[in-house]
């Protein structure tokens, strides 16, 4: 039998730099970013069951991804990588969302 694997992407604590298009690069606390983190992984969990939930963290570590490690099957963290940090980083947020997608055909390759 296959398992199967939902990655989820995440990245609690972000910069406080200006997006090219806003002032605020979000309107949520890294506190609250990580209940609707879990809240993400529950729902995984309850609609795949069985399911491998593999965290991708696009942020630097945090003490905040302790209750993380216990919820997921596996965390990757990726906020600490050069180029990850300059898409995420970056005025456009375009830029950092891309990122994901090509650092999952990176890892999974």
């Known amino acids: 039998m296959n398992r ?3 990655l989820i992407s995440s990245m609690l604590c ?3 730099k200006r997006l090219s298009y806003s002032v605020r690069r979000s309107v949520f606390s890294p506190e609250q970013r990580l209940e609707q983190t879990l809240k993400t992984i529950d729902s995984v969990r309850r609609k795949i069951p069985a399911c ?3 965290l991708v963290e696009m942020g630097p570590e945090t003490y905040l991804m302790d209750t993380l490690r216990e919820a997921a099957d596996k965390i990757i963290v990726v906020g600490n990588r050069r180029l990850v940090r300059c898409a995420c980083d970056s005025r456009d947020k ?3 969302d891309t990122g994901f997608g090509t650092l999952v ?3 999974s390759s």
């Open 94 to 96: 375009g830029l950092g």
């Open 14 to 16: 972000f910069p406080e």
């Open 52 to 54: 491998q939930v593999v």
């Open 4 to 6: 199967k694997t939902c």
């Open 105 to 107: 055909i990176t890892i």
